[in-house]
């Protein structure tokens, strides 16, 4: 059996590589810039590639280079200078390249943006892909101006540059069949609202979906003195829908890289006119990876901060050193010299100077174990342990996954060392994860999307929450600080003692959105332990705090400013405050009776008064730096029309803004993304504000947040003016609860008042999502009767659109189904939890069938609890709106 389960593993990792097994070294190559052309008017229009070069296309001519960029062949348009080239692909040995030219007899082309053109007609030139050689008979004349060309789906697609009422917020593309003879369709595909100039310039296909590489109408925005967008390029269906959008700069020229040379990696070029001048063209590689086009590192070049290493326990994979040089190809994991066959091997590597002179992100190490008795287990945990303290030593910044991988067949055996695997991740603030080896690696390619390689805290799979202390506006506080401690302590036994983090919010002068931008005193209302002062309360209030296993920080706002802050004049006299177009102060909104304003953040930043604050604060709260983590409501860029300063110019001083933070030691999270370039910024959002096509594409370990009540396309109460949805890039998903949601509520005292309405809260959202957070979301779909969520591990969720009736399954066993909830966790934890009640019997996961007896409470009560499980089932009997948290008896 044993032999089976490592032929299992072994096919779980490497199935995928058997397509590429081929001899010889990762592909070699990488970005380059081409020898001189002879054919180069004006600039490059459009790039093709097969396996024996690339092929460019220019106003008077076509070049082709083999794949370092030296000059293989060069062909003249047969109209010269007045046939402009346009876009080039590839079709059964031939290159066909897009033209147009002047109408005959027509003195000066018409084509004004917004117009069909009449002045020019299209031409497609067609030659042999071998040599550049043109094929006249094969040449054809089309009735319009072309640009893009690619031949895709049998039949060759072709867009049409001035298609549309002007500004162009549309691509219309004319398809056409194999031999120019009939037009078949002309389908349009839609921009995300962009102004476009000429609309679509280049076309390539990549499984089935379409790049369309744009020019941004630049004037169109300038004279309206508008913010110019990046330049777009698009990724749509056949239909035309948008399935992914970038700035990556494609409108000279885009093709995929044959799989044949990229070795199963999904490879992109982009050209465009070289940089150093001359006659030349950059050429830069791009990878398609996990939903995002990224730049492509070849797997031999280490010298940046996205370096990821592997160091493991190969053997309890099973695998071969030719396995392991094939693990690093694939998985873009470190060196072969890297992939260690025993922690043995690991330790030297380390002590070697494998990890020195680089700045590794994440570091993975795994661990599996053929003995499962309890002296094998504590050798192995306590090397595991020296090997984390030495990668620690050489890569401090780095950070730190401990994978457990099921090396036998004892299923109890395994979830002991798990347990003992993940207490020490927890020890040493390292990340755990129980997996197979296609998990193990999802996650470290995902920290390559963090800005800083790690964060400090793990949110992902921790309760994580806001307090209400106390409105400007009330006498009273909404929650003392005893009550407080007291909501700490009720999530700590309801969750069975999951890791909290929580942002005290309203602690400040007269408590929530009073005096900003001064954070210089704490509120009067801040009283506990009978401690003498506001400040020495707080303090002392973070630390019993962590003694309940929570991380407690604040709440601040580092927008808004108000006239009657102690700090109000040195922003002031600093030009520190937003500003319209007549040099007036810019009022923003109103706030319980006080007129606030917003902050220059490029101003406060040049001035020293952002950092200024900053270790000011943590100077006044230094428990502070041990939470590490601060919570800044609404932090998003804002125009200051006086100052030249657009909201997105503004968003980068943002954006250093946090860059400090995280230099001081603290992670930032915020309230909303303002825009999808900020994914790795922050590690958690408040309001979890990218949708469906986001969430496949981005880890939860990079990004993670909740509150479904503020997603604009789920919208129950609020109502956003179209200023506010401008800052939202997808306004969140519409089921959240197919998803997960990463806190439960602004916990305020008068909403602690039902336990029954909390604790269903707190399952139904936070638990919940730290579950489903074990896993990651692969696809999603949603059919006139069901929105669906496929994840990892066989793992669906389900949402009847019907009566919103949630249903979630692992390999035929239920988690979530009729408001019951089996929820179990790494930590050896069952949490059960019924909306209705009544007797319940579920399927045990595997980890945990072999187990017989499971002892702990019944929550709101407290009540003692033992359950015996039989042929890996248990039962329970539950009342309504009640949870048990069990353990499995040791």
Known sequence: MRELTMKVLSFCLFGALCAYRVAGAEFPLGDFTTQPFKYSKLHLQGIACDETGIYYGFADGVTKTDWTGKVLAQGASAYGPSGHIGDVCLHNGLLYATSWRTKPGTAKPGGAPGSENSGREGLIQVFNSADLVMVPEKNRVLPYSTDGIEFYDGAFWIGLPYSGPYP???????????????????PVHYSDGTKLLY????????????????????????????????NRTYLTDKMGNIVYATSVWTATGIAMVPESLSRGRRLIITAGDAKSGGARVDVRFWEWLNGELVPYRPVNSFSGASDLFFLCESSAYGLTRDDEWQLGLKYRVGRPETICSTLADSMRCVR????????ARTVALAAGAADVSDVAHDALVARMEDLVRLVRAKQPSANILLASVAANDDVRGTRRLNRRLYALAKKHGADFIDCVPDELFAYCESRSRIRYGRWLNSYHDAIVYKIGLKGKHLKKPYTT????????????DYSGGMRQIVYLCGWQFDGHDSKYPSWSQVGEHVDYAEEKTPLLALRRFIRDARSLGADVSLHVNMNDAYTNAPDWKAYADADAICRMKDGSLQPYQ???????????????WNSGLARKRIDALLDMIPELLESKTIHIDAFFGDASPYHGLGYKDDMKWCDRIVDYWREKGM?????????VDQIGYFPMVYHHNIDERHRVAVDQRVLCGGDGEWSVRNMNFYSFDDAWKARTPDAGVVYPEAWGEGHFADIRRHRMADDETFLSKLVRTTMLNAWYNKFRPVRHTVDAAVYRVEWTMDVLSEVRLSNRRLTVTQRGRTVVENGNYFLDYPDGKLVVYSTDGGR????????????????????????????????GRLTL??????????????
């Open 481 to 492: 600080m005893d009550e407080a401690m007291g909501i700490i302590s009720k999530v700590r």
């Open 667 to 675: 992670d930032v999270t915020t309230e909303l993304l303002s825009d």
């Open 877 to 890: 009997e539950l009342r309504k709106g009640t949870a048990v948290v069990l353990f499995p008896e040791e």
């Open 840 to 871: 319940l019997t579920f399927m045990l996961p595997p980890l945990l069938q072999s187990e017989r007896i499971f002892r702990g409470r019944t929550w709101p009560s407290g009540e003692s609890v033992q359950a015996d499980s039989e042929a």
């Open 590 to 604: 109103v706030f319980d009776g006080e007129q606030s304003y917003q902050i220059n953040h490029e101003k406060e």
């Open 168 to 186: 162009h917020t549309n691509m219309t593309i004319s398809v056409w069949n194999e031999d120019f003879s009939k037009e078949l369709s002309r």
């Open 199 to 230: 609309t679509m310039q280049t076309l390539a296909e990549m499984d089935g979906l379409l790049w369309h590489g744009c020019y941004v109408d630049e004037n169109w925005y300038r004279a309206r003195k508008l913010p110019v967008p990046a």
């Open 352 to 359: 070697n100077g494998c990890l020195d002179g680089f700045a």
